[in-house]
């Protein structure tokens, strides 16, 4: 089992920044792969960002040039640092993580952290 926990969302005005993070305990060395991914009301949820094993990183065009995902090994966390916000950024942001679980792959999800840009 993977636990993972974010923290860093609030309400900020357009333009301006934020850096979430996720801090994962548990079965860490099963993690494969994390990411960050949003839903805002009435939409699905959706990749922003993610981060490989390896350190190979992919971002959605949405947010490419804007937005950066770190990870700390030694921290066991994973950090999403947003710039130049805009209101369309307002979402629930929430932490992944892709763990091997008897053989096959998981799904681990945090609770969400909500972001509110204001224009």
């Known amino acids: 089992q993977v636990q993972l926990v974010e923290s860093g969302g609030g309400l900020v005005q357009a333009g301006g920044s934020l850096r979430l993070s996720c801090a994962a305990s548990g079965s860490i060395f099963s993690i494969r792969a994390m990411g960050w991914y949003r839903q805002a009301p009435g939409k699905q949820r959706e990749l922003v960002a993610g981060i490989s094993s390896g350190g190979s990183t992919d971002y959605a065009d949405f947010v490419k040039g804007r937005f950066t995902i770190s990870r700390d090994n030694a921290k066991n966390t994973l950090y999403l640092q947003m710039n130049s916000l805009k209101t369309e950024d307002t979402a629930v942001y929430f932490c992944?993580?892709?763990?091997?679980?008897?053989?096959?792959?998981?799904?681990?999800w945090g609770q969400g952290t909500q972001v509110t840009v204001s224009s």
């Open positions: 992944n993580a892709l763990g091997v679980v008897a053989g096959g792959l998981y799904d681990y």
